[in-house]
């Protein structure tokens, strides 16, 4: 038991070694701007995204975008929203994104980089918030990705409010970002608590999920470090309205998770069937 | 890809320019507009810039554009500096007393190599029907 502990630790200490510091300079606007036009053009012929309310995104300085997230490690929401509000605001408003930090270090990934991705941590949330720069942030992270996918139109985001604490010392507006679509990408059939719990990856790793699912190509799918491919299902994602940062963190969360499941569930009812939307 | 549409109207060159001369009325004109800013201040002339986003499909399109023609009851035409590069024209000639041929063009260039130039081809179609959508809407505005 002693060798696997030891094991795992020199796993954590490896992956963290190669978490990369937010070097907000790895974002290329003008790569963005080569790749936009044909990415949508899959994006939207693929999962023949909609993304609704950008407007109501304010149109200049820092801003916390927090979303429901969505697809196991293949989360479609990031990738659609990140090309919509590209298109919208241009790609010369700097946006970033927070992704978990083995996405950040996912060798085939780099160029996940240049379109803003940086490790999610308080330090590059800040960093990036007081460039001025607008950051998309998923408190639920993998363990709101990988709920099961009858639970495919709660909110749940763990009770994580270290966004609430991020907008507030930043002097930010919180801009909750809903969205549908996501979790029928694959069938996922539970997020494996106890599988990473078992394994201690989730003291190794920040690891509270081991998800079990059914996808493409792999058939039975555990953990989904390998990714899968994603099920062509129809993306949507609304934008609501800003939400003001007042000192009671508790007030913020419930306000933001009600808006966000406001949002899901006004979208949920416009769908006639999974996938196809 | 370069898009072109044209219509004759029943209205002289200047009544046609009292609405395709003030771009403050081009979201009634103009179909499938998403957001139309001024960011410049005054009437509009050469040097107005505006941010515009038409979606073409579910995408999104557009940025800052400005004003680089701006010939009187002949001519307005406007580049984007940001965004998909675009350069677009409202071309105005006679047509025999009283009429007015309005042409409208849209040429565009998506970055990207092969997947550009798919998704030009691709928009070609929607493009072409946003700009016949926009003269219809112009000669219900301008025609008695």
New interface residues.
Partial sequence: MTAVADILEWARQQVNARVPKADLDQRDPDYIRDQLPGVWMLASLYFRADVRGLDRIPAHGPVLLVGNHSGGNVPPDTFVFTLAFCSYFGVERPFYQLVHNLVAVYPMLGWLRKFGTVAASPDNARLALESGAAVLVYPGGDYEVCRPSWQRHVVDLGGRKGFVRLAREAAVPIVPVASVGGQETALFLGRGQWLARVLMLDKALRLKSVPISLALPWGVNISDWLGHIPLPAKIVIEVQEPIEVTDDDQAVYDEVVASLQAGVDRLAAERRFPVIG | MRVERRITLDADRDTVWKVLGDPDTYPALLPHL??WEPITEGPPRVGSRYTV?WTI????????VEVVEFDTARDLAWINI???TQRGRFRLRDAGPGRTIVTFRLAYH???????L???R?AAHQVGRSLSESLKNLQRLVEP
């Fill in positions: 998403q957001r986003l499909g579910s995408i999104p399109v557009g940025g800052v940001t965004g998909v998506s970055d990207g190599g092969l997947l550009g798919i998704a030009d691709i």
